[in-house]
């Protein structure tokens, strides 16, 4: 939540000036004042969007990536069994296979 208002006051902020600067540009070309005015507003609203979204999202991707360590360190714990389980069932393929391949040279050398 934090994050999200540390996001909007910072959009907030340059809102302010960029519709200064888009009523003053609007009003100087010519443009009538009410016109200037809602222009202005619209434009300054645009771009302390665009600044808030911007300066939050970065925010939000390190929470997300904060979630994803945290369910990281659980992992192991869960995954402990499977590890060992396939250890285990990769050292009997490879006694089997050289326990095969043994046989085979065996039986060759034999005959």
């Given at each position: 939540m934090r994050n999200a208002?540390?996001?909007?006051s910072q959009g907030f902020s340059t809102a302010l000036p960029l519709w200064l600067f888009f009523l003053f540009c609007f009003f100087f070309l010519g443009y009538p004042v009410p016109l200037s005015i809602l222009l202005g507003a619209i434009g300054g609203l645009a771009g302390?969007?665009?600044?808030?979204?911007?300066?939050?999202?970065?925010e939000q991707t390190r929470i997300s990536e904060l979630q994803e360590e945290e369910e990281s360190e659980e992992a192991p714990i869960r995954l402990k069994g499977l590890r060992s389980a396939k250890k285990k069932r990769d050292a009997s393929y490879k006694r089997r296979l050289l326990k095969a391949t043994y046989d085979e040279l065996n039986r060759r050398i034999r005959y």
């Open positions: 208002t540390n996001g909007f302390g969007w665009i600044v808030g979204w911007w300066n939050s999202k970065d």
